[in-house]
T-cell receptor, first 113, second 118 residues
Framework: GENVEQHPSTLSVQEGDSAVIKCTYSDSASNYFPWYKQELGKGPQLIID?????GEKKDQRIAVTLNKTAKHFSLHITETQPEDSAVYFCAASKRGSARQLTFGSGTQLTVLP | DTAVSQTPKYLVTQMGNDKSIKCEQNLGHDTMYWYKQDSKKFLKIMFS???????INETVPNRFSPKSPDKAHLNLHINSLELGDSAVYFC?????????????????FGAGSRLTVL
């Protein structure tokens, strides 16, 4: 089955700096890669996703890049703000199916004021 | 209105007891899930269920069972609770499409139910 590894497990940045979280996946058939943000006391929420036919996708301060050859994808957050502090999860699935999502182990991002 | 709601939010109980967590979604989704999040924040799928198919993660003990009275509800029953069952349990839902379709892949999670077994 699919295995998704996520690094780092914790990340602290100064407000205004950039944050990068990296994930690798094992199954070359995976074609859908979402990122979820989990704020304290809440459930994870989708913030951005990318499909295997696209190399990069941006949404305001958030971007995701995908390298299919190397089987890794990354989340980039620019101009970080305190409200970006949360746990971030990457995930991968085949056939773009939510039923087959495999999550990474999560990254606790702390943005220091 | 809350899209995916779970009750109770907190549950403290003794070892050996039987308990249930309820989940309801008002999104019209046809697939519902239960995830377990341990103390290290790792998210592990337990079940996915729609009206056609129940998929059980083989690592889930048979003390755990999902019950779906209708498409909008998927409850989690746990028998003979053990200390290791302490975790946050998340219900989620999604819309299933035969073809890959934007929006069909999105999991909508509830706020979680924190179970503490003493």
């Amino acid at each position: 089955g699919e295995n998704v590894e996520q690094h780092p497990s914790t990340l602290s940045v100064q407000e205004g700096d950039s944050a990068v979280i990296k994930c690798t996946y094992s199954d070359s058939a995976s074609n859908y890669f979402p990122w979820y943000k989990q704020e304290l006391g809440k459930g994870p929420q989708l913030i951005i996703d990318i499909r295997s036919n696209v190399g990069e996708k941006k949404d305001q301060r958030i971007a995701v890049t995908l390298n299919k050859t190397a089987k890794h994808f990354s989340l980039h957050i620019t101009e970080t703000q305190p409200e970006d502090s949360a746990v971030y999860f990457c995930a991968a699935s085949k056939r773009g199916s939510a039923r087959q999502l495999t999550f990474g182990s999560g990254t606790q991002l702390t943005v220091l004021p | 209105d809350t899209a995916v709601s779970q009750t109770p939010k907190y549950l403290v109980t003794q070892m050996g007891n039987d308990k249930s967590i309820k989940c309801e979604q008002n999104l019209g989704h046809d697939t519902m899930y239960w995830y377990k999040q341990d103390s290290k924040k790792f998210l592990k799928i337990m079940f996915s269920y729609n009206n056609k198919e129940l998929i059980i993660n083989e690592t889930v003990p048979n003390r755990f069972s999902p019950k779906s009275p209708d498409k909008a509800h998927l409850n989690l029953h746990i028998n003979s609770l053990e200390l290791g069952d302490s975790a946050v349990y998340f219900c989620a839902s999604s819309r299933t499409e035969e073809r890959v379709h934007s929006g069909a892949n999105v999991l909508t999670f509830g706020a979680g139910s924190r179970l503490t077994v003493l």
